[in-house]
């Protein structure tokens, strides 16, 4: 239940002002019609010295939908399902030549400049074995999705060239797929290219905490071409093999969840609306909301082969279904409901509410160094503290690293998700949003797009010019984190 910086003022009888620098003081720069969920709203009351009551009900959109998600599938309803693969990589590198070559279609061709606009997500068999793959335009885009709750990708192909190696993007790649957790396989790809050097590739891996399985480490490292096809079948392979590891389980005999990869107003069609189906399966003339958009399933058409019509998709099947009133947005979840007035109220209440974003599900859930005693007091488990670190040069990094490594504790892990050479990027912010971490900005500055972003979720970007100084400021914030002595 969302209330306004001025709702709050005129029933607290406070001037706005007192809100905002208490909002300020958390580090939420915010105006007076924004809007601020219940935790926000009963930090700011209990500073102010106010009691609050929230006196309307839980919504609808609460009961329908939370319970949908709270379903437990029982365990003998669970069958395998495909792994959803996404391919990452440097720019150039190849990431659509192989995917094209796996499925059997040429859009690196006939695209232009070479850059991949829109999502794509295709089911292909290999040998009677099914899987999925999402192609993301970045990595960006990929741990945007994440941000919005909208893990979708089981596995990450990091694509790398053999004669460029590891890249800046690259290393971006590598720390995203790592903050979301996925096994990660690396396709050396342009392996037909004369005189590359695959050794050199392969130790910048290792540097980059990939150790390829062939020296002992657990990365498995395909050589591959998209130009020949070298590699690729032992490609699949691997991804078959992760996957059988990691058994991927789904219901199909319950309502469809999903998640929308993208969606858009097609002249003849109508909204066209990508959907990879998560758990269930979706029919043809269900019930559906999915963000502020609902309908009724009208078609739903194989990606691969836009003439396929489906009846039926199983979990981790991508869809472009056709029946949505409008057009929701990339990551908004999808349910199926029994009742279409239900559906209805629900995408019709999220769309009035949607310009407003609540602060407390942007500016105040982020982790500062000041709040991140407060985020995790009370939790039984060691606490991680993620950080992206970014700095001038690389003796920085790795004074930075050879600093925080001292700053071990058992209860506190300290997790370096990012370390770059440059400037703070609006990925890093990205990054940092959906991993919940900080940013060390050591003798660098944020863009203005990374500095946008940033107010805009609500990231801390810690800007410092001295080692010890980095190395105190975490010390506290760690001390602050341990759990009392019992
Ligand atoms: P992306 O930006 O990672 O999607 O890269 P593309 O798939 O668009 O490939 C970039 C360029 O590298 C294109 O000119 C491709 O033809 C070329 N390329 C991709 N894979 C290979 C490969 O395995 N061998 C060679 N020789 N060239 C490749």
Known sequence: LPCSVKE?????????????????????????????????????????????????????EDRVLMRLEEIEDPEESLVARAPVVTFLGHVDHGKTSLLDRLIGIDVAGGESGGI????????????????????????EAFTEMRARGAGVTDIVVLVVAADDGVMPQT??????????????????????????????????LNTNGLQPSEWGGDTEIVKTSATTGEGLDELLETILTVAELNEYVANPDRAAIGTCLESQQDADRGVVTKVLVQNGTLKVGDIVVCGDAYGRVKAMLDPLSPRTRLEEAGPSVPVNLTGLDIAPSAGARLYVLDDIAEAREIAETRGKSQ??????????????????????????????????????????????????SKLEHPEVRLRILQRSVGGVTEGDVVLADASEAVIIAFNVVADDKARAKASELGVEIRRYSIIYKVAEDLKLALEGLLKPEQ
């Not at 720069?29 to 009900?57: K, R, S, Y």
């Open 8 to 60: 709050l003022s005129e029933a607290a009888g406070v001037p706005a002002v007192q809100i905002l620098r208490i909002l300020m003081d958390e580090g939420v720069m915010t105006n007076i019609n924004a809007q601020m969920d219940p935790e926000l709203t009963e930090f700011i009351a209990a500073e102010l010295g106010v009691d609050v009551d929230f006196l309307q009900p839980e919504t609808l």
């Open 116 to 139: 991949t606009q829109h999502i794509r997500a295709y089911r292909i068999e290999n040998n009677g074995r099914p899987m999925a793959f999402v192609d993301t335009p970045g990595h």
């Open 171 to 204: 290393e971006e790649a590598i720390s995203h797929a790592k903050a979301a957790g996925v096994p990660i396989i690396v396709a050396l790809n342009k392996i037909d290219l004369p005189g590359v050097d695959p050794l050199r590739a392969m130790t910048d």
């Open 355 to 404: 310009h407003n974003e609540y602060l407390g599900a942007t500016g105040f859930r982020q982790t500062t160094l000041d709040t991140l005693f407060e985020r995790l007091d009370g939790a039984d488990e060691v606490q991680t503290l993620n950080l992206i670190l970014r700095a001038d040069v690389r003796g920085s990094i790795e004074a930075l690293e050879k600093e925080l």
